[in-house]
Nanobody, 125 residues
């Protein structure tokens, strides 16, 4: 069964840190592209970061570059998003997503085939 399960969201003050986890089923983790998206109320869903599993390349949106880090733990079929120096603008529902095949050039929601249920991140000033 295809499955993505996020965890790790919560509330934090500006400048704080959170780590999100996304546990995937094997059939969508192996040698595929996994990413984190976020959606704030009234805004479109946007890509935050993505990684090609199995040691591939990473991509970060300009708004999080230098503050967020996406990483993988292959033996646990899990992708992480370490979020540091959080800002109120980072507040959103964060979604883990996966697509079959490569990552290169894919940054939009319709490009990703599988989605988790989302985890809320709230950053207070």
């Amino acid at each position: 069964q295809v499955q993505l399960v996020e965890s790790g969201g919560g509330s934090v003050q500006a400048g704080g840190s959170l780590r999100l986890s996304c546990a995937a089923s094997y059939d969508i983790y192996d040698n595929n592209c996994m990413g984190w998206f976020r959606q704030a109320p009234g805004k479109e869903r946007e890509v935050v970061a993505r990684i090609r599993t199995g040691g591939g390349t990473t991509y970060y949106s300009d708004s999080v570059k230098g503050r967020f880090t996406i990483s993988e733990e292959d033996d646990k079929l899990t992708v992480y998003l370490q979020m540091n120096s959080l800002k109120p603008d980072d507040s959103a529902m964060y979604y883990c997503a996966a697509r079959s095949g490569g990552c290169a050039g894919y940054r939009n929601s319709p490009d990703f085939h599988y989605w988790g249920q989302g985890t809320q991140v709230t950053v207070s000033s």
